[in-house]
T-cell receptor, first 111, second 115 residues
Framework: EDKVVQSPLSLVVHEGDTVTLNCSYE??????LLWYKQEKKAPTFLFML????IEKKSGRLSSILDKKELFSILNITATQTGDSAVYLC???????????FGQGTRLTINP | GAVVSQHPSRVICKSGTSVKIECRSL??????MFWYRQFPKQSLMLMAT?????????EQGVEKDKFLINHASLTLSTLTVTSAHPEDSSFYIC???????????FGEGSWLTVV
């Protein structure tokens, strides 16, 4: 059974801190790993990773994939209160384009 | 702007009635769309894969007679919750992608409350 596990499930930090969110997976026929940010509505796309070792960056957010160890991390530097959200990791596996989601990490940034 | 649109964003219905939720891909055609359900403080759970012109593929444990999916065109999939019960109250989200290997976009989601 395909499985995606995120850690930690919950994280509270102060504004300005740097955070690292983890996502590990066990799936059949890995195709891609995606990160989404969710704030009280549908998830918004952050990154899609397909190749190992290549960092993707968008402003203060960055992510990298390790296909050998089957995990990905999402880094957020100089956090702001607007970064508070649930961050979802999803893996596309098999040939059906389905996404298997992790439980999400609830990130809270305190001023 | 949104590339996948869902409607309605919120709906309240009475127990025993049916409610339809629409998912539209904007500016692209989608032969496949996906329907997810999300309960409060839980992650997204795939319910079914909607295939244009053919029957939907349902995940294990999802009742196909209760959650009717119709993908009648390349830009529209509908999810109908039939004989709704309070336990069907949830956040329903659809997703689609413009082409193989491309980014997967989500609709805005639909909050269903069954009273």
């Amino acid at each position: 059974e395909d499985k995606v596990v995120q850690s930690p499930l919950s994280l509270v930090v102060h504004e300005g801190d740097t955070v690292t969110l983890n996502c590990s997976y066990e799936v059949t026929n890995f195709r891609s790993l995606l990160w989404y940010k969710q704030e009280k509505k549908a998830p918004t796309f952050l990154f899609m990773l397909t190749s190992s070792g290549i960092e993707k960056k968008s402003g203060r957010l960055s992510s990298i994939l390790d296909k050998k160890e089957l995990f990905s991390i999402l880094n957020i530097t100089a956090t702001q209160t607007g970064d508070s959200a649930v961050y979802l990791c999803a893996v596309e596996a098999g040939g059906a384009q389905k996404l298997v989601f992790g439980q999400g990490t609830r990130l809270t940034i305190n001023p | 702007g949104a590339v996948v649109s869902q409607h309605p964003s919120r709906v309240i219905c009475k127990s025993g009635t049916s409610v339809k939720i629409e998912c539209r891909s904007l500016d692209f055609q989608a032969t496949t769309m996906f329907w997810y359900r999300q309960f409060p403080k839980q992650s997204l759970m795939l319910m079914a894969t909607s295939n244009e012109g053919s029957k939907a593929t349902y995940e294990q444990g999802v009742e196909k007679d209760k959650f009717l999916i119709n993908h009648a065109s390349l830009t529209l999939s509908t999810l109908t919750v039939t004989s709704a019960h309070p336990e069907d109250s949830s956040f329903y989200i659809c997703s689609a992608r413009p082409g193989p290997g491309g980014t997967i976009y989500f609709g805005e989601g639909s909050w269903l409350t069954v009273v």
